[in-house]
Every structure is written in C-alpha cells, then in structure tokens.
C-alpha cells in the first residue's frame, strides 16, 4: 500500500478516536448525569446472545496442555491423566467452546503426530514456543477431554507448513463416520463415532511476520479458497473462519482483511480478529484510567473489521453477510518476552504465565461487555487462554488458583443468557488521552426466556462510588436473584495460591425496586453485576 495512502488511513484512524469513544458507544451512551442512569425496555434487543461468545483457548503452549488439563503423573488426575480439579471446574462453569491446538503453535503442528498408538507418537521441537511436544494429547484425546467437561471444540488448521489437502484429510478423520482412508484410521483408532465438529479456523495469525509459514494476504485467500472447497465437498455443514488480521497494531490492519476476503468471501462464513492489552507507556502511557477504558478500542476494532466485511460484501454484491469471530483476546503484557516466550527445548515450560490484578479483572469485564453490546455480529469470542497460559485458572502440583480475570468470565458464563438488551445509558464522564470522552459507567444487559435480567456495569471510576437508577420502560422487574461485585483498595492487587482470596468476589446490597426504578451505588474501581429474577 502506497505510502500517502497509508498516511491517510493513519489520519483517518486518529480522527476517529474521540468519535469511538461516544459514538462507538451510540447503542448504550448519550450525555452527563450526577447520577448515572440506565434505561432498560425488553422490547428493545441487539440480538439473541450466542454462548460461543464466552468460548477460550488451548494452545499447546507452556503448561496449558501438559500439567494444565493433562498431568498423568498427579494424584488429582483420572485414568485418561486428566485432573479431575480442573475438568470439574470448566465442566461446573458451563465454559461452551473451545479453540484448540493453536495459536501459533497449530501452524507447524501436523496432527498425525497426534493420533495413533501413543507409544508411537514422535516428539517434536515445536517451532513456534521452541518447547518440545510429546504429542500424547492429540486430536482424541481433546475430544475425549471435550465431552467430558461439556464443550464444543474450535478446532484450528496448519495454513503454516500444512496443505488445503491436509486440512480436508483432517476434516474427514473427524466428521465422516466411515468407509473412506481417514475416517477408518480414525475407527482403527478406536473412536467408532465422528465428532462432527462445526467450527474451524482456516490458519492463525497469517499475516504476522513471527508466523511460520507466513504469507501475503493474496497467497492466504488463494489457500483458504482451496481448502475451504475441500473442506466443503467432504462436509457441507461447516462454519469455516477466515484469518484476518492480528490486530490494530499490524502496519497491513484492515487492508490484510479486505484483500483476503476478496479472495475467499464467497467459501468462508466468518473472519477472525485476535487482540491483547496491556497498561504499557506506549499502550495507555501506564494510566490505569486509561487501561479500564481499552474495551473501547476492541468496539472499534469490531466495528473497523465489520465495515470492511460489509464493503467486501457490496463489491461482491452477495446476499451472504460475515459474522466475526473474536477468537484471541485478554490482557497480555508482562509475561510477553524473553525467557516467558521460548521453552529452550522443555516438556512443559513456564510460558505466558500472567499474574493479573485488580485493573486487570476489571477490563475483561469491559471486554465481556463489548462483546455482549456486539453480538448481533460476534458469535464466537475466545478468552485466550484457559488454563495457566494467560488464563483465569492456574494449576500446581495441589490445586488451582482463581485469578482475578476468572470472576467476570464467570459471572457472564454463568447469568449472560436470551438475548442482549438495547440500553440507554447516561453517565457522567471523563477525559482520556487519545480517546475523548469516555463514560465512567459501561453497561450490558441480558434478558433470558425465563424471565431473568442481568445488568453488567463496570465503574471506570478509580476514586469515587457512582449513583445508578435504572429505569425500567416496559415493566418492574421481579426481586433480585444476585448481587455480587469485584472491587478493592488496591488496583495492582493480585492473588496467590498462598493468598488465593486477596482479590474476590463481595457480597453487593440487594436493591430494591419501586415506581420502575431500582436505585444503588457501585463502589469506585469496580465491577458488578445484578441479576433480577421474574
């Protein structure tokens, strides 16, 4: 792309900040207010909210795989080496999807390594971690761990060093049931039944330099075509995502998007988007009031992405509108280089193993609420990643940690259900750098066929409690069911397997409705979410 042509798109970009942070918000954010109120109509809906929304991530990465769900050599493991700790507890927090094996570890992983007998499976030097893989977790064995714990897999494809061809091949070992070359190996391996698994990501990360078998966005929407054609003629029925972009930092941002999706729009059904944050000088200049608002440059990024598959969409002139899927996000900042990204040759190395606090619990519950006001468009979304590789939970040789990432994540798994609500909100403001004006109060709601309403409100506010009157415009809502909250002192704050409650949920005063309004204050630097039963 043409310098000056860059240059303009930069300009454009930085025009646009103060906008995002109102407009951008236009479905939930008007005005100024002493108190902040919210207005809630059942009637008015974004959209009926996809669970996949709420997926995660494993890579085999670190100890995300082995001595995260896998540790044969544990006490706390089954007969298949699973621990029982963990598969208990993504079993118990109704975790829907997850992406599995990569990452950037999928694009140099051939998954025949991975089956078979596992006394025959080789070792390999994974490239991308510089770690070794034993591969005694493959593609069954994840399946197996899948049904176990209830949730649908992500499955990811090599677009690195792998063909359109080996893509097709996998697809075949897992969706046909038998009486062809790849579904009979997968019978031999014992597994009678076919997965049947629906979604597939068509590479990781393409357009990253760091890639291996990285590429141009022409050459990738050439092979994602193919295989996609490939794919489809051994089963109809999948929801294949197309790679886009890494993120907003990429010097290719949106343009990667646009000339893949020329390529390949018409074989895929979705385009991928990955994005991390951190409260760094050269992110938020280390202010933390800036960091709790970052949720606000994922609204943009989706709605950069969206604009570019709707014009891709136009100049096809096809009935056929993308979904997105936001299948890498999270804070990601301290445990981003040197020895937290290269295994140096070890089974299982320390890798990406983030330590979040308080400020940090407080901007994914910003993030789950971008992706709820979204989700006409987002229908997957995954929290990267699950278990001690940047992850809610971490394990040692006893037990699990909750870290305080893990809080939010929960509550939206757990009370986010039916469909998002269309809320207005006004609520006071604040400046920040590079973005305008910015309302403390971020809000989403849900209202689920049983009756129950959940309101999720995240006070930006790092000084101060706020007043909050919710209105509501088509009818009162039963009693409160739930009340709980995620705040403290101490932003930097964080938990420890020998301090595990440091940081964790308090008890919110139930409040009471009367004439449609239900008023009560939400502490400074907090988190909460209610929930109203019929």
Same mark, same amino acid.
Not at 40 to 64: C, K, T, V, W, Y
Not at 489 to 500: E, G, M, V, W, Y
């Given at each position: 792309?043409?310098? =000056?042509?860059?240059?303009? /798109? ?11 942070? +109102? ?32 997926? +995660? ?26 621990? $029982?700790?963990?598969?208990? *507890?993504? %079993? ?10 990569? &990452? @950037?570890?999928?694009?140099?992983? $051939? ?21 070794? $893989? ?30 359109? *061809? ?14 062809? %070359? ?10 009678? *039944? ?24 022409? *050459? ?25 972009? =890494?993120?907003?930092?990429?010097? =290719? ?7 893949? #999706? ?10 991928? /988007? ?10 938020? !200049?280390?202010? +933390? ?52 990204? %290269? ?13 979040? @606090? ?29 278990? @001690? ?9 006893? &037990? ?17 259900? &039916?469909?998002? #609500?269309? /809320? ?9 750098? &590079? ?26 506010? /790092? ?7 919710? $209105? ?28 595990? @409650? ?30 109203? !039963?019929?």
């Amino acid at each position: 792309m043409p310098s =000056s042509r860059r240059r303009f /798109l930069r300009q454009a970009a930085h025009a646009a900040a103060a906008f995002t942070a +109102s407009s951008v918000l236009g479905k939930f954010a008007l005005g100024q207010s002493a108190t902040a109120r919210v207005y809630i109509d059942s009637r008015r809906q974004i959209a009926p909210l996809d669970r996949n929304i709420f997926g +995660s991530f494993l890579e085999h990465l670190g100890r995300a795989i082995y001595e995260g769900i896998y540790d044969p050599a544990s006490r706390l493991s089954d007969a298949n080496g699973f621990r $029982n700790d963990v598969k208990d *507890e993504i %079993r118990q927090m109704q975790v829907p999807l997850i992406r599995y094996p990569g &990452g @950037n570890f999928v694009s140099s992983y $051939n998954w025949l390594d991975g089956v078979g007998p596992k006394q025959d499976r080789p070792r390999v030097l994974d490239k991308a971690w510089n770690a070794t $893989n034993t591969n005694q977790i493959g593609t069954n064995e994840f399946m197996t761990w899948c049904k176990a714990v209830g949730t649908e897999p992500l499955m990811g494809l090599n677009f690195g060093t792998g063909s359109a *061809e080996d893509a097709a091949n996998l697809v075949e070992y897992c969706n046909i049931e038998k009486g062809t %070359r790849w579904s009979d190996l997968r019978r031999k391996h014992g597994v009678a *039944e076919p997965y049947k698994i629906k979604h597939w990501c068509l590479g990781n990360e393409m357009d990253g330099p760091w890639q291996v078998g990285h590429m141009t966005a022409t *050459e990738y929407g050439y092979k994602a075509e193919d295989a996609a054609r490939q794919m489809r003629y051994i089963d109809p029925s999948l929801q294949l995502i197309a790679c886009g972009s =890494s993120g907003p930092g990429m010097p =290719s941002y949106l343009e990667w998007d646009r000339e893949v #999706l020329e390529q390949c729009y018409d074989y895929v059904d979705a385009l991928s /988007l990955h994005r991390y944050v951190g409260n760094t000088p050269d992110e938020t !200049g280390s202010d +933390s009031s800036k960091f709790v608002a970052m949720n606000l440059s994922m609204e943009k990024q989706i709605h950069e992405t969206l604009a570019v598959c709707d014009l891709v969409q136009g100049h096809k002139r096809s009935p056929k509108q993308l979904w997105l899927s936001f299948d890498e996000w999270n804070v990601w900042y301290r445990a981003r280089s040197g020895d937290a990204l %290269r295994g140096h040759g070890e089974e299982a190395p320390h890798l990406l193993e983030e330590i979040y @606090n308080l400020e940090d619990g407080l901007l994914v519950g910003g993030f789950l609420n971008t992706l709820m006001r979204n989700a006409d468009r987002v229908k997957i979304a995954c929290l990267a990643q699950l278990i @001690n590789v940047i992850a809610p939970i971490m394990t040692n040789p006893t &037990g699990m940690l909750k870290q305080t990432i893990y809080y939010p994540y929960l509550w939206a798994l757990q009370m986010a259900r &039916g469909k998002v #609500l269309n /809320l207005l909100v006004e609520s006071p403001t604040y400046e920040v750098s &590079g973005m305008g004006q910015v309302p403390y109060l971020d809000c989403a709601a849900t209202a689920s066929e049983d009756g129950k309403t959940t309101l999720f409100i995240l006070n930006r506010d /790092l000084a101060k409690p706020h007043t909050v009157e919710v $209105n509501w415009e088509d009818k009162a809502p039963g009693s409160v069911a739930t009340a709980t909250t995620l705040t403290g002192s101490d932003l930097k704050a964080f938990n420890t397997f020998d301090s595990p @409650n440091r940081v964790a949920p308090q008890p919110f005063d139930k409040p009471s409705t009367a004439n449609d309004r239900t008023k009560f204050e939400v502490s400074a630097r907090s988190y909460t979410v209610i929930q109203w !039963g019929v």
